[in-house]
């Protein structure tokens, strides 16, 4: 089994920065995909960024150049440093693990941005 815990969001103002952090113990596995998904209300859930531990990254075109995903693959850990922050990046977060044995989501985090 695999646990994520989630922590850093919260309300900041249009323009603002936020960075997300997201710890995984458990069956982590040392191949594996750590990712930030993004559900605002009446919304369905959308990958927001994502990186595999070959370090290959994937982002959602309206986050590009603005969120940058990363990872400390010694302290399974990803963190979402997100900058220029827009009301419409308003959502909860989630934190997402996949490998060979699971696909494990955080428990989600606030993300709240006020024009």
């Known amino acids: 089994q695999v646990q994520l815990v989630e922590s850093g969001g919260g309300l900041v103002q249009a323009g603002g920065s936020l960075r997300l952090s997201c710890g995984a113990s458990g069956s982590t596995l040392r191949v594996n995909t750590m990712g930030w998904y993004r559900q605002a209300p009446g919304k369905q859930r959308e990958l927001v960024a994502a990186?595999?531990?070959?370090?290959?990254?994937n982002y959602a075109d309206s986050v590009k150049g603005r969120f940058t995903i990363s990872r400390d693959n010694a302290k399974n850990t990803v963190y979402l440093q997100m900058n220029n922050l827009k009301p419409e990046d308003t959502a909860v977060y989630y934190c997402?693990?996949?490998?060979?044995?699971?696909?494990?989501w955080g428990q989600g985090t606030q993300v709240t941005v006020s024009s």
């Open positions: 990186m595999t531990s070959a370090d290959i990254t």
């Open positions: 997402n693990l996949r490998n060979m044995l699971t696909n494990t």
